[in-house]
T-cell receptor, first 112, second 113 residues
Framework: NAGVTQTPKFQVLKTGQSMTLQCAQD?????MSWYRQDPGMGLRLIHY???????DQGEVPNGYNVSRSTTEDFPLRLLSAAPSQTSVYFC???????????FGPGTRLTVL | SQQGEEDPQALSIQEGENATMNCSYK?????LQWYRQNSGRGLVHLIL?????REKHSGRLRVTLDTSKKSSSLLITASRAADTASYFC?????????????FGEGTQLTVNP
């Protein structure tokens, strides 16, 4: 199994541009989440999904959209990038009823 | 705001020594988890302790939980250079689903050979 994969690894955007961060998992996990990690801080939850077709907001959802059309994929969309969205983004998944979250390698995003 | 707060923020020890990291949290929890993050990588789950447990062991890891003080500690015994990483506690509040993990700010552990 590849586990949780994220693309791209690195991305530079200009203010106002939009883009989609991709996340996929091949473990048939129902739960998927997006976090952002800023220097010297822990991870903060952006959005999460408990299954295909179901999403909910986390702690810092503003400026981001998500959808979950399949169990495997959970893309994160930045609608109009801002410098405050410069961060490292992690996708994670877990099985329903479980506790351990499996993390992807992260996407490092810089917004100029 | 961060639910979990780790202490110390940074810890530097010699190989073979024990490393202790502490985590405090604010609300009642369902469980508390510890994760490790190597530089430039994603987080890896280490150990989970439930709210009705006081101590748990896994290999060289020992976790304690004191719900009355809303605190937890992670002890790594006989540390190795490969243990160098950031360590995060994460809590699952009682009133939320398991997906709403709330992370602390982490402790950066450096183990010198």
């Amino acid at each position: 199994n590849a586990g949780v994969t994220q693309t791209p690894k690195f991305q530079v955007l200009k203010t106002g541009q939009s883009m989609t961060l991709q996340c996929a998992q091949d473990m048939n996990h129902e739960y998927m989440s997006w976090y952002r990690q800023d220097p010297g801080m822990g991870l903060r939850l952006i959005h999460y999904s408990v299954g295909a077709g179901i999403t909910d907001q986390g702690e810092v959802p503003n400026g981001y959209n998500v959808s979950r059309s399949t169990t495997e994929d959970f893309p994160l969309r930045l609608l109009s990038a801002a410098p405050s969205q410069t961060s490292v983004y992690f996708c994670a998944s877990r099985v329903a009823g479980g506790n351990e979250q499996f993390f992807g390698p992260g996407t490092r995003l810089t917004v100029l | 705001s961060q639910q979990g707060e780790e202490d110390p923020q940074a810890l530097s020890i010699q190989e073979g020594e024990n490393a202790t990291m502490n985590c405090s949290y604010k609300t009642s929890i369902n469980n508390l988890q510890w994760y490790r993050q190597n530089s430039g990588r994603g987080l890896v789950h280490l150990i989970l302790i439930r709210s009705n447990e006081r101590e748990k062991h896994s290999g060289r890891l020992r976790v304690t939980l004191d719900t009355s003080k809303k605190s937890s500690s992670l002890l790594i015994t006989a540390s190795r250079a490969a243990d160098t990483a950031s360590y995060f506690c994460a809590t699952v509040p009682q009133e939320t689903s398991g997906s709403r993990l709330t992370f602390g700010e982490g402790t950066q552990l450096t183990v010198n050979p």
